[in-house]
């Protein structure tokens, strides 16, 4: 960040730290049902809405910017601003002491630990794998078949058009698997029970940054798969080694039942 950006942006951010710690004080002291309480719950709501808010354009800017040409560049200038502002907004603390917003990983080590041979041939026969018994077996398959089910019957519910069961399960299992990235939410689930988790108000901002996370990473990887026939060749032999798409066929699997939804 230069000299001019930092002078601009770090008295911006310094009156909406500023702003949430004195709303939050004063929430905190008031007594429930007091015009005051509310007044400072209301300006707190406030700032996260304006973060999440801020948040929300950069990213869609980011990703839209990309394929179009807005032909204003006061655009641009509020995505520059509000990418730069928005580490700095960590309510709920003033910024003291070292700021490591700009800490950037430069140079990393690899050490050598040396090679191990595998004996695949000859000594003492390694004692092979054991196959599954019935016994519980059928009982996951229902779980998870139960699950996939249920997610299903949601996605119905939710989404219009010309879309299969497993169009509407892998882009809720692809939303999932972005969210699962969220050290925010990691700490949330770790020290809440379900109920508060669900209630936590980083959550419908956490699934915007998935979705449009999973739409960018998506888009590309289409667009690289459509233009490149070696992208293509290496996309089936994925699918027909690891990714067992004969096998799901030849058993008539579900659509999205190969991912545990759990």
């Known amino acids: 960040m230069d000299v001019d950006l930092d002078a601009a942006i770090g008295p911006v951010s310094n009156r909406l730290l500023t702003r ?58 509020l995505y520059l601003f509000g990418k730069l502002l928005l580490p700095l907004l960590d309510y709920g603390r003033e910024r003291e002491g070292v700021d490591l917003s700009a800490l950037r990983l430069t140079h990393h080590r690899m050490r050598d630990l040396g090679q191990q041979r595998l004996n695949l041939a000859g000594g003492e026969p390694a ?28 996605l119905n519910d939710l989404f219009e058009g010309e879309l299969t069961d497993g169009d509407r399960v892998a882009f809720a299992e692809s939303i999932r698997s972005k969210m699962m990235e969220s050290a925010t939410l990691r700490a949330q689930a770790a020290a809440n029970t379900r109920e508060q988790f669900g209630n936590s108000p980083n959550l419908r901002e956490e699934l915007l940054n998935a979705i449009i996370a999973t739409m960018e990473a998506h888009g590309s990887m289409s667009r690289q798969a459509l233009n490149s026939e070696a992208v293509q060749a290496g996309l089936l032999a994925v699918l027909l080694g690891p990714g067992a798409l004969w096998e799901g066929l030849r058993k008539g699997e579900e659509p999205g039942a190969g991912a545990d939804p759990r």
Request: glycine fraction near 10%; aromatic fraction near 10%; charged fraction near 30%.
């Open 20 to 77: 949430f710690r004195q709303a939050q004080q004063a929430w905190r002291a008031g007594a429930d049902g007091t015009k005051a309480r509310e007044a400072a719950k209301a300006e707190m709501d406030v700032l996260l809405l304006f973060k999440r808010d801020l948040g929300s354009y950069v990213r869609l800017y980011e990703f839209l910017g990309q394929m179009f040409d807005y032909g204003n560049t006061e655009f641009e200038k």
């Open 127 to 154: 004692e092979g794998l054991k196959p599954p018994t019935d016994v519980g077996s059928g009982q996951v398959q229902d779980r998870q078949k139960q699950r996939l089910g249920e997610i299903i019957r949601a």
